[in-house]
């Protein structure tokens, strides 16, 4: 297992159209977040599974998007309806348990760019 | 979590040690200071974390102050490839979410 995999890298969409993208984290992790950034900007938190379960959501998550993460393996994060403001790089980590040790393992990201 | 400041950007030479600062002066007894790193088009990588003790390992050194209100992210020998954004977090080890700020830009110039 070399990392979290990130899938598309990159997507260009119209505004309105949904897009959903997939994580898939490292295979031992159980804890898996959903971050993302915008240019000039640090990752922002949005949402995070233990295992299946969503645990914790940012006010950031907004009707329009869902996450699943079904049987407690890959992630994915789905975004309807999308606007010109969800343009941003979308960043999956995972980790075994707490942050602890190590912290997150972040994978790549998915750029998205709504037009 | 604590809130940090970092200086917004840095140059450093090659092949010379780059130190990054950070202050956290309202991190309270529980939260360590986490180091991630950002290089253009990836994700955050992890560098080193430490709660009061200083910290080495083969990326780099954590200088924490006595009182804990303040580190520094020392990078021993710089090169190009760790040009980057570092980001400087205050948080505990159970918590969830990192806030991550907007980081120190370095770039390391030949």
């Known amino acids: 297992d070399t990392g979290v995999s990130q899938n598309p890298r990159h997507k260009i969409t119209k505004r309105g159209q949904n897009v959903t993208f997939r994580c898939d984290p490292i295979s031992e992790h159980n804890r898996l977040y959903w971050y993302r950034q915008t240019l000039g900007q640090g990752p922002e938190f949005l949402t995070y599974?233990?295992?299946?379960?969503?645990?914790?959501k940012s006010r950031l998550l907004s009707d329009r998007f869902s996450a699943e993460r079904p049987k407690g393996s890959f992630s994915t994060l789905e975004i309807q309806r999308t606007e010109q403001g969800d343009s941003a790089m979308y960043l999956c980590?995972?980790?075994?348990?707490?942050?602890?040790?190590?912290?997150?393992?972040f994978g790549s990201g998915t750029r998205l760019t709504v037009v | 979590d604590a809130k940090t400041t970092q200086p917004p950007s840095m140059d450093c030479a090659e092949g010379r040690a780059a130190n990054l600062p950070c202050n956290h002066s309202t991190i309270s007894g529980n939260e360590y200071v986490y180091w991630y790193r950002q290089i253009h088009s990836q994700g955050p990588q992890y560098i080193i974390h430490g709660l009061k003790n200083n910290e080495t390992n083969e990326m780099a050194s954590l200088i924490i102050t006595e009182d804990r209100k303040s580190s520094t992210l020392i990078l021993p020998h710089a090169t190009l490839r760790d040009t980057a954004v570092y980001y400087c977090i205050a948080a505990s080890v159970t918590g969830n979410q990192f806030y991550f700020g907007t980081g120190t830009s370095l770039t390391v110039i030949p």
């Open positions: 599974f233990q295992n299946e379960a969503q645990l914790e």
């Open positions: 980590a995972s980790s075994l348990g707490d942050r602890g040790s190590l912290g997150y393992t």
